[in-house]
């Protein structure tokens, strides 16, 4: 597969899906709907736990895959991003985890090989998604206590190695370690990603997602582009890329810099712009697929895709105008 997904990389841009969570929203699940019949009883409030709808909603969830499909995504991502026993602990579901996640990554698998099956010449391809927990190893939660810290690296090893077992047991073909705040519980994922490979005698790709968090071009626990590449590129990645926080204006500066430094193939899923007062994206499809495009005449992205606030309509104006543009050449970095 890794082989596969090179070669295309090398002949075309590859379109990632947009946002899971704006596409649930539009159903409007009820807190009855998160439960559904398995945990009606369940003594705490489930609504807001996405990824427990792969088990309560299955048919929602291969809907909205069967949707990026259609708009012209590559790489759908799982229904997994808080699929870990950290995030999960806020409502004490850790014992689900590896369940979640297995079943998470079959309901795309079954969606991307039916895509395949129709289009062998456009083979479709599933991410597990790996988020960044809840938690951050880097700084303290408490003002007062600046040495405290509310996970450590071991805790964050444990729980992504088991996310990761469950994902590849599901049949994903990469790992996406998105949207990361704090480059230290990614290179716990990494750690565990690489742990795993090894344990088993095979590797597939992994692909890395930052998020520079406003203008300050920092990550949360404070690194620069330079710094945050250069804290990831001991581990062979497919792509390395960011996402999340900003739209597709503002995170133009710092794909410049990265597409300048990096010999991996680079990625972005920005959001649909900024959110208004009511935290909701009001940037529409044809506003992002023009802000894009800007990105594909720098050659500077390999891999395309949205985050908060995109829908099926934007991932299909970014892949029209992606199908005009050469992919970016990996060159030798500049420093």
């Known amino acids: 597969m890794k082989k596969n997904i090179d070669q295309l990389l090398k002949e075309r841009i590859l379109v990632l ?5 704006t596409m649930l929203q539009r159903y ?19 609504q ?15 809907t909205i895959h069967r949707k990026y499909f259609e708009a012209g995504a590559d790489i759908i991502e799982t229904n997994t991003f ?32 039916e895509f395949t099956a129709k289009e062998p010449h456009k083979p479709r391809f599933v991410a597990g998604s790996i988020g ?12 007062n206590n600046p040495a405290f810290r509310a996970v450590t690296f ?7 190695k088991q996310q990761v077992e469950a994902l590849i047991d599901g049949g994903v073909d990469l790992l996406l370690v998105e949207t990361i705040f704090d480059t230290l519980n990614a290179k716990a994922a990494l750690f565990a990603i690489d742990e795993v490979f090894e344990e088993r005698g095979e590797r597939i ?30 581990i062979p990645l497919l792509s390395v890329g960011f996402n999340c926080a900003l739209g597709a ?11 300048s430094q990096t010999e991996f193939y680079t990625s972005a899923h920005p959001n649909a712009g900024l959110p208004n007062a009511f935290g909701e994206y009001d940037q529409s499809a044809l506003e992002m697929k023009d802000l894009i495009e800007s990105y594909l005449k720098e050659n500077l992205i390999n891999i395309i895709g949205g985050c908060c606030g995109t829908n099926p309509e934007h991932i299909q104006a970014i892949a029209e105008v992606a199908r005009n543009y050469a992919p970016r050449k990996v060159n030798t970095p500049t420093s």
């Open 28 to 46: 409007k699940f009820t807190e009855e709907d998160f439960r559904g019949e398995r945990f009606k009883d369940y003594p705490l409030p489930l």
């Open 82 to 113: 808080s699929g870990t026993t950290i995030a999960m602990a806020d409502y004490k579901m850790e014992d689900l985890v590896t369940e979640l996640n297995v079943i998470s990554a079959q309901l795309a698998r079954e969606v991307a090989d």
């Open 132 to 143: 960044p927990t809840n938690r951050t190893a880097s700084m303290s939660p408490d003002v």
């Open 17 to 21: 899906d947009g946002a899971m969570g």
């Open 48 to 62: 807001g736990n996405n990824d427990l709808l792969s088990l309560t909603q299955p048919d929602a969830i291969k």
């Open 249 to 259: 204006d503002q995170l133009q500066p710092y794909l410049q810099r990265l597409a």
């Open 205 to 234: 790709p992994i692909m890395v997602s930052g998020t520079i968090t406003d203008a300050s071009g920092r990550t949360l626990s404070g690194q620069t582009v330079e710094a945050f590449l250069i804290s990831i590129s001991h």
């Open 154 to 160: 071991e805790d964050l090893r444990k729980a992504y």
